[in-house]
């Protein structure tokens, strides 16, 4: 059995690669979204946090021989748990990257999100947050009449606006990724001062808001990834199918 580890798009295009050379895959979310996502394709899937025994309890039953982790470039708890029950279990550990190489001369690059609202603690202006709903009360100093979250339409994202005190007049409730064109639409919708993104890669949309806070002529402030040592790293779908196939082979 492969383990796929991840709700993201990268993760279910894998999955559908995967299942074409006739492999089977357990993909495992944590999200209720990500679950729909799987099922909808057919894969077997389950839902919730995984600890690191959870983990090893989930290798054993499932008789996991690869692990393959195509989750978020900033769930990096999970990587790094991945990485270690790996190491334990003797299992290969194949790590899908998103590939980034988008930079602005408009835009301000910091290390966490404690970090971005730092930044814009002492800047006035409206502040469009298109880095999901799990970290909004990092940004809760900056005051909530000045945030505009943008979130998935789903219970989780709008309740976690709620508790952040976000009015809904300002929660921005969308499936993304979103073009170029109606992320410089929502910023004069708004009147945006600064959007704050992380840096998600292509599949995030991550271009289309650089590009839109350059057009609108906004400061956007980007979020590193966290700095991870990978054992074996990806960022093309054929090379890492090719190399899970060959550990499925033993070749």
């Not at 990268?10 to 944590?30: Q, W």
């Not at 919730?48 to 990096?76: N, Q």
Request: aromatic content about 10%; proline content about 5%; some cysteine.
């Amino acid at each position: 059995m492969i383990w796929l580890i991840g709700g993201t798009s990268n993760a279910i295009e894998l999955a559908l690669r995967i299942t074409d050379k006739g492999l089977p895959v357990l993909a495992t979310v944590t999200t209720r979204y990500g679950e729909m996502l799987f099922q909808y394709y057919g894969v077997e899937v389950r839902r919730g946090a995984l600890t690191l025994d959870d983990m090893a309890a989930l290798i054993h039953e499932k008789s996991v021989s690869i692990i393959v982790d195509a989750s978020h470039p900033f769930a990096y708890v999970v990587s790094e748990n991945a990485i270690t029950v790996a190491k334990q279990t003797g299992l290969p550990y194949l790590r899908f990257e998103r590939e980034t190489n988008e930079v602005s001369a408009n835009a301000v690059y910091v290390d966490s999100y404690s970090d971005a609202c730092q930044y814009l603690m002492d800047k006035p202006g409206n502040v469009l947050l298109t880095t999901g709903s799990k970290n909004l009360t990092d940004f809760a100093p900056l005051g909530a009449d000045r945030l505009y979250p943008r979130v998935l339409p789903v219970p989780a994202g709008l309740e976690a606006c709620s508790k952040a005190g976000i009015a809904p007049s300002h929660i921005l409730a969308a499936i993304g990724p979103f073009s170029t064109e109606f992320n410089v639409a929502t910023i004069r919708q708004y009147l945006i001062s600064y959007l704050v993104t992380k840096d998600s890669g292509y599949e995030g949309g991550f271009p289309e808001k650089l590009e839109a806070a350059e057009q609108a002529g906004i400061t956007a402030v980007v979020i590193r990834r966290p700095a991870l040592q990978y054992p074996a790293v990806y960022s093309g779908y054929n090379e890492i199918v090719e190399a899970i196939s060959r550990n499925s082979l033993g070749e």
